[in-house]
């Protein structure tokens, strides 16, 4: 999926769990910049055994973040809060012909779907999730 989807189904995702919260609005940055963690990949590219959607584009890489990040913080909530961000990533890249290894390097089984990154439906998941998150937000 691209950035901005990837950013707005992490808002609607936030601001649906978070909905009743008071502090809803402190936990949707945390979200929305986990939710781009998984793209490290691209940035480190160059380093050895860094791929994309294979590297940190796994249930490995959510566990070792949420561990470092409550060690980092000292709060459990700031690592809940990030491995939703994460997972929200995966899913949605789940949902794309590429697809994700989520057990990878220990298993190389992908879950894919029919999208494609960048296409029409990837924008329309895109405004979608815009538009719910506004009424979650509002509501």
């Known amino acids: 999926m691209s950035k901005r989807t ?4 992490a808002l609607l995702l936030s601001a649906y769990l978070f909905r009743f919260s008071p502090q809803q609005l402190l936990f949707v940055p945390i979200v ?3 939710a781009m963690l998984p793209d490290l990949d691209l940035a480190l590219r160059g380093f050895p055994l860094v791929e994309h959607r294979k590297t940190f584009h796994n249930i490995w890489f959510t566990a070792a973040a949420a561990y470092a990040i409550l060690h980092l913080t000292g709060s ?8 939703i961000g994460i997972i929200s990533h995966l899913l949605m890249d789940s949902s794309t ?6 057990f990878y390097p220990l298993s190389k089984w992908k879950l894919s779907g029919p999208l494609r990154t960048g296409g029409r439906a990837d924008t329309m998941i895109g405004i979608l999730s815009l538009i719910g998150a506004s009424y979650f ?3």
């Open 6 to 9: 990837h950013l707005a189904f």
């Open 137 to 139: 937000i509002i509501f």
């Open 76 to 83: 459990p909530l700031v690592a809940e809060l990030s491995s």
């Open 32 to 34: 929305l910049i986990s």
């Open 97 to 102: 012909k590429v697809g994700v290894m989520w």
